[in-house]
C-alpha cells in the first residue's frame, strides 16, 4: 500500500530521521505515532488503525515483542535496514536500538519498494530511492 501511495504522489526519494545508533531520541520512529494519526483520519486512510502499532498489553515496542504490524511496516524498515548486522554497545545484541534501549525485533529483512541511496556516519539521515516497478512481471 505504502509505495501505491509513493507512486500515486510521484516520490522519487524518502528521507527518514533515525536516532537508534546514537540516542538522538528527536527521530521518527518517536514521532511515528503522530504520522499514523495523521494518516488514519484521512478519507483515504481510514485504514489505518492507531492500534494495530501496538501490542495486546498496550505497550509501543519495536523489540521482538513488538506489533507485527510495526515490525513489517515501511517506516520500521526503512530506520532499521541493516541495523541487526550493527553493534552498538559493548555487551549488548546486534540491533540494539540506544533510544528506545530494546534489541530490535525484526533484523533479517530486504526492501521490496525502496533502494538505500545515503546513510549518514552516524546514521541519523537515511535516504532511500523509490524503485521504479511499473515494468515488474511484464
Not at 536516532?19 to 527521530?27: N, P, Q, R
Not at 492500534?51 to 498496550?58: C, H, N, R, S
Not at 555487551?91 to 533479517?108: F, H, L, M, Q, T
Not at 541519523?124 to 512481471?137: A, T
Request: aromatic share 14%; glycine share 10%.
Amino acid at each position: 500500500k505504502a509505495y501505491e501511495i509513493m507512486q500515486e504522489l510521484d516520490v522519487s526519494y524518502v528521507l527518514v530521521i533515525f536516532g537508534g545508533l546514537t540516542g538522538y531520541a528527536s527521530d521518527d520512529i518517536n514521532k511515528f505515532l503522530w504520522m499514523v494519526r495523521i494518516g488514519g483520519s484521512t478519507d483515504k486512510g481510514s485504514h489505518i488503525k492507531e492500534a494495530d502499532y501496538f501490542t495486546t498489553q498496550g505497550e509501543f515496542r519495536v523489540d521482538r515483542e513488538g506489533s507485527p504490524v510495526l515490525l513489517n511496516c515501511l517506516m520500521y524498515k526503512m530506520c532499521y535496514y541493516r541495523f541487526g548486522q550493527v553493534y552498538t554497545e559493548q555487551g549488548k545484541p546486534s540491533g540494539y536500538d540506544r533510544v528506545r534501549n530494546a534489541e530490535i525485533g525484526n533484523k533479517d529483512f530486504e526492501l521490496d519498494v525502496l533502494e538505500e541511496a545515503y546513510t549518514t556516519e552516524h546514521w541519523i539521515v537515511r535516504i532511500y530511492k523509490v524503485k521504479d516497478l511499473n515494468n515488474r512481471g511484464a
